[in-house]
């Protein structure tokens, strides 16, 4: 016996979840691939709580349809779908044992005792807690809670598990050993999983797709790399990476780009798909670069390679610099990797483009 | 299916909770009347218990004997008149006898002992239109503690005027004639003794003795036996009960006369056990069954003239009775004029 | 359709067809041929015997039979389910009250219909079942629209719980209070309501400007909030000695706390008569001693506030120390770590975590001190309170039922405003404690001001207490208390001699019969108290549905009424068919069920709130259904209010005499009656005799319930045992 996946895909079709009148989640449809991650994120409030608790059943959708691997489950109570959840403050039985938490779903699913303990017991091997099994909940840390709760997700094989800010009470640093090792274990076991997080970092590190909720619908829906290099919106720009937001003007389309014009300066950025007009610049901050302020002809020249700066706030970070900007299209804020050469703060400068993590957005 | 292996145990659940209906259903079949007279009793449990062998012994039919106040047992009676499960009202005071009468609670029945009774329980049968008669009589009367009058050097109780005596202040205790039968009583004799106006002057002056108004009427005789208060206005019998009992107590019958509840016995309307309830009514009325009452310390006044007068019982002849007008001042409407009248003038100063 | 509505379709098809459908024979008039064959199920005897209307409960029935056997109908069947459970109920209870014994129950009908060839009956066992059937049909039915998140257990549950609230609260209830608007002749009218209500010796507050006595309202108030406060405060103080000190006697403590619980409510009346009464021995030893003179101070608000707060205090002990208990330690220990004082703590902290269990005993003691009846009878002295006011109007002189009714609505809305004003202070807050990530705080000590003041209320309230009991139990083994107090053992005997006959054991005490009774329906109705309320309280805290908050009300109904008032009700509405119940044992339990279940449900609800939702919510999602959630993850952590719940609702049971008194049959005669007859026959001998005997038992009975259902274990440390122990990894 081992713990082997079941990984369903996960659809859903216009689902609304309306308490009175106001809308949580408001006519939402998206595909979670079997065997993938799948984040959802967004602020609080997004409604990617209730979208992650309307997958377990916890919530009925208002309207619409919910389908986990091909069948329908709408109405069908969180008891009988195949789904298992991380809880944020874990839910672990305080009266319960760490083995007899671990083997409880099997358990009440029929499981013989000798099975389930066995099955448990492997389970805390999977994730690093063999011989923690006797203890109670509250003798072990907030990392081990936080395994112990993985586990006994784990060991039911779900179709789907599910994720509700795992790591929220954990620190920086186990956070981000944890954040791993999930993702290494849904990439071992193949499972379908679908994480909630406010945290746009752990998001992108652990997620094979990423669902960006805003206002109870889907803002964007991509892999990392596409929502941090081609947001689609203001939004989606702004929450994650945190883009510097200016305003430019589309003034060309072709073959999958467009150029954006920026005072004199203009930009090739990748194609929007929007029409010639305003648009909202969104400029991540390793993609601006600084150099000291040419002075005499080579200023009107360098009009035409960047915008000229007054250096802010300069901070030394080690590995990179961090500057404040002032210019004339507004505040800007850089990372830059060139250490040796930092300007100081209060100096001019010029602010130049990389052709990359540059986005038009509609205003 | 995961589910499979629960809903095994859910549908024992289900099966748990469809038990528990069944035996609810099983045990609502209500317990057979048929063969077991049911007797709703007024005296003291004793008693109760005491004729009910009685009569179990004679005539071999079962009875359940279940003992209640006057006021429940006819608010019971009352609540039952559409399907009754009551066969017998036997024992407590008339007056709650004929009001159930009164309603047309209660069956018309004619005994052949009826000229056997002293008059008062005849007259009892009359004012019911046969609908109730009486089998004992208690008279109105005074206890008090005789420890405490020797104390304090007071001389017993001996009439109604008395009780006003300034060496009584705060030492008297009557019931509540709204919440008790016995009060009523005591409210009706005084009114038939001194008239209506002079009856209410004395019990505002009586106001002032008065320490507490109880709720039951026998309650009195257990303060002034645990010498709680010095004087008690109760049924006499109440008062000679405790005396046996070994407290130090006596009784006294008022100089200016006293009136007396006629204990009464009815057939409920509609009783299913009809023959037994009959057969128990005559029972109550022999001289055979009047004495259960004595054998049981129970000293009230037998109606059947030929039965034993236990020699503790208040000699009825040696009492001024009043001739007491159960036919007035048992109407529902009398009744009501003159317990507003005793709360407007009597309760609302009271403490 | 899963299997489990599958079965109860079956089940009603078996209590239609097969099943008798009318309860036995006691009730079938007597002229009437019985019905042919022992069956006597609804279906033949709708075919064979003329009661036709019996036949259209086989629609519903059939419809439900069809969506779940064609596969065709499949998608069509939770809406068809609904209507059909609907539609069954309704047309069962419909006929059943339209029909009486005698033909046409209600008169129009006979005139639109002609006559009808016979009555019929009370339900029996298959009406019984099929109207459970449709019960559950319907709300499988609910649940399969998507209500209550498709739960079909939490439907069925909701809808046990409101219609068995409906048929033995509701109705009753019903009955007695459209009584205030009786016009004397059968009629209603809101004239004569409001000028019941508004009768100006149930408002006057003269007692404030002159010598004369208030309102019979203004009484009631009073006292309970004082009776309230009192025992709020005594429980909260016994809670914290027991929880939070390092008190050595903590067992003896909850031993005597829990005494007075146990007593029947005279008992403690006639105790406290014989110390502070005017031939008390207390009062003779401060007249002896110190010259103070002596008085009757103890007839009225005073003595009926102690015996109260003796009464009640057990009970508000009983919800605090599961709130204390609750409380995360590591949540006080934040508070000190940000600075806080002890007492900065306790204030700022513990205390606003421990609000609703202080909430919830005040209200219970404030409603039962409305719903007193015993001790204001017994003390009461020209104290008049709506308890007893309501019984003299039912049983008194005066016999007044429509005014007993109008005292009761006032009532119902003393308890109502109570109820609303706790929400109002208790607000919509979290008061969860019992978190899914585990506690490794240990409780903090008490304050020092804290601590010296609940020692100084619980231990001298302990020792009365004592005192009190010493006096009782001794009481028993008198010739004639306070007269006489040579020892003697005749009351015992009297009441529970045993002898040898030829037949064997014959159990030839006085006492026996109705001991056997009491605890017969002790035991019965503790379980299930406690089931429903846990469950009532469960659906309240952690289901969401419209109409929540009317339901908790609805809980709290029978508890407001005083149990005399319940009695009649019962009578009244139970009495015949279609509902037919008195003289048996079953009233007796429905009774104490539904009038003991609203503190069940309170502890429940105080426990429950402190329980993290994502605990059940996480049972769920791992493949438990809510029964086993209920079971395995809520029950256990729930132990506290269990006990609580079972305690309770077995001794009132044992102890309450208002409710019953008219429900009492011949053969079901129960302790308290008894006893309360001996006490009005002054033999105070058997009366304390078995009293203590009650009290013995009762006292096994909860070491019993404490041991079986045991202590929750949620690995918290305790001050003592971390101290003594490494801190674990």
Redesign the interface.
Known sequence: MSIASKAAGVEFRNVTRRYNTVAAVDDVSFTIEAGTLVTLLGPSGCGKTTTLRMIAGLEMATSGTILIGGKDVTRLPATDRNVTMVFQSYALFPHMTVADNVAYGLVVSGVRKRDAAAKAAEGLELVGLGGYGQRLPSELSGGQQQRVAVARALVLEPEVLLFDEPLSNLDAKLRRKMRDDIRELQQKLGLTSVYVTHDQEEALAVSDRIIVMNKSVIAQSGTPDELYRRPKNRFVADFIGGANLIDGELVGRSGGTATVALGRLTLSVPDPGLPAGEVLLAIRPNAIRLRPAPVGSAADNAASEGIPVTVRKATYLGSHMEYGLASEFGDLFVVDPNVSNPVPAGASALATFTGDGIAAVGR | MKSTGNWIKSAGLGLGILAAGAVLAATAAPAKAQGTLTVLCGVQEEWCKAIAVAFEKKSGTAVAMSRKSAGEALAQIRAEAANPKTDVWWGGPGDPHLQAAEEGLTLAYESPQFKDLQPWAQSQYKQSQGRSIGIYAGALGFTYNTELLAKRKIQAPKCWADLLRPEFKEEIQIANPNASGTAYTALATLVQILGEDKAFDYLKKLNDNVNQYTKSGSAPAAAVARSETLVGVIFMHDGINQKINGFPVDVAAPCEGTGYEIGSVSIIKGSKNLDAAKAFYEFALSPEGQATGAETKQFQMPSNRKSATPPEAPNLEAIRLIDYNFQKYGTAEERKRLLSRWDAEIKSVAR | M???SA??LA?GWVGFALLPWF?????QP?LEPPAPGPAGSALIDGLTNGRWWLLPIALPLLLALAVTALPRLRPRQPAALLAAGAFGLAWVAVQGFAIG?DGWAWGWLGSLFGPLPRGQG????G???TV?SFL?LMTSGF????FM?????TAGAIG?VLAAIAAFVFLPVGYVLSGAGDTGDGGFSLVALAGRIAAP?IWRL?CLTE???CGVVWNSVFLAVLTGIATTLLGLAFALVAVRTGFRAKKLLRLLTVLPIITPPFVISLAV??LF???GTVTLALSDWFGIPVS?WI?GLPGVLLTQTLAFTPISFLVMIGVVQGIGPSLEEAAQTLRASRWVTFRTVTWPLMRPGVANAFLISFIESLADFGNP?IL???LEVLS?KIY?A??????DPGRAAALGIILLCLCLGAFWVQRQWLGKKSYAT???????GIPSELPRGIRIAAYATALPWAAFTFILYGLILFGGFTE?W???NSLTLRHYLAAFDLSWGPGGLIWSGRAWGSLFTTIEVAALSAP?TAAVGLLTAYLLVRQQFKGRGAFEFLTMLSFAIPGTVIG?SY??AF??PPI???????ILI?CFVFRNMPVSIRAGVAAMSQI?R??D????????????TIR??IL??LRPAIVASLVYSFVRAITSISAV??L????Y?LAT??IV??V????FGLAIAYSSALIVLMSIVIALIQFAVGE?????RTATSATLQEK??
Not at chain 3, 23 to 27: L, N, V
Not at chain 3, 122 to 125: K, T
Not at chain 3, 617 to 628: D, K, N, P
Not at chain 3, 664 to 667: C, G, N, Q
């Open positions: 899963r299997p489990r079965i109860w089940l309860a036995g024979g006691g009730t007597a014994l009370g339900y029996g066992i009406a019984v079942l459970l559950f649940a399969g629209l998507g998140k498709g739960d079909r257990f046990l010796d003269s010598a004369k006595a008569i014989l009464g005017r031939n009757r007839y009878l009461g002295g020209n007893t003299f039912v049983v008194g002189a005066q016999n019992v978190g899914g990530k585990g506690d490794n004639n306070g007269r006489n299930l009649i009578i009244l009495n015949q037919e119940l008195t003289g048996t044992v079953t429905i993290d994502s605990l919510e996480c049972s769920l999602t791992l493949g438990a259904g809510s029964v086993q395995r993850v256990p952590l008194i008219f009492v049959s011949p053969k005669e009656a008894y007859g001996r009005e026959q002054g033999d929750r274990r949620i690995g918290r674990p990894v």
